[in-house]
């Protein structure tokens, strides 16, 4: 399957907390996972790649998601809003936000 590589010598590759969520997987890269009270993720690290981070409302909904790319020379930081139906991206390297709907269905 895309993301799989048998790159973990360990026997036990993957790990879940008391509520079953998945706290690491070593063969995706997957350092940690960390969860909300609503057992939401809020933080995932990536093994030599950089992290992705959520913050939601009080209902859970999405509001937005940050992903830190820390694969160049220069790490890119990418946000993403969640307003009303509708995306927005902003990252580093642009000063403005663009509307995002192609990457609405991919995010």
């Known amino acids: 399957m895309g993301d799989f590589n048998n790159g973990s010598n360990a026997e036990i590759t993957d790990a879940?907390?008391?509520?079953?969520?998945?706290?690491?997987?070593?063969?995706?890269?997957?350092?940690?996972?960390?969860?909300?009270?609503?057992?939401?993720?809020?933080?995932?690290?990536?093994t030599g790649k950089g992290t992705i981070s959520f913050l939601y409302d009080a209902q859970g909904v999405k509001?937005?998601?940050?992903?830190?790319?820390?694969?160049?020379?220069?790490?890119?930081?990418?946000?993403y809003d969640y307003l009303g139906g509708f995306l927005y991206k902003q990252d580093t390297f642009s000063s403005n936000y663009e509307s995002c709907h192609h990457c609405h269905k991919t995010l």
Do not use: Q
């Open 63 to 79: 509001l937005k998601k940050t992903v830190v790319d820390n694969t160049g020379t220069v790490s890119k930081t990418t946000t």
């Open 16 to 46: 879940y907390d008391a509520n079953s969520n998945l706290i690491s997987d070593l063969n995706k890269g997957i350092a940690s996972i960390s969860y909300n009270h609503k057992n939401l993720p809020e933080k995932i690290v990536i």
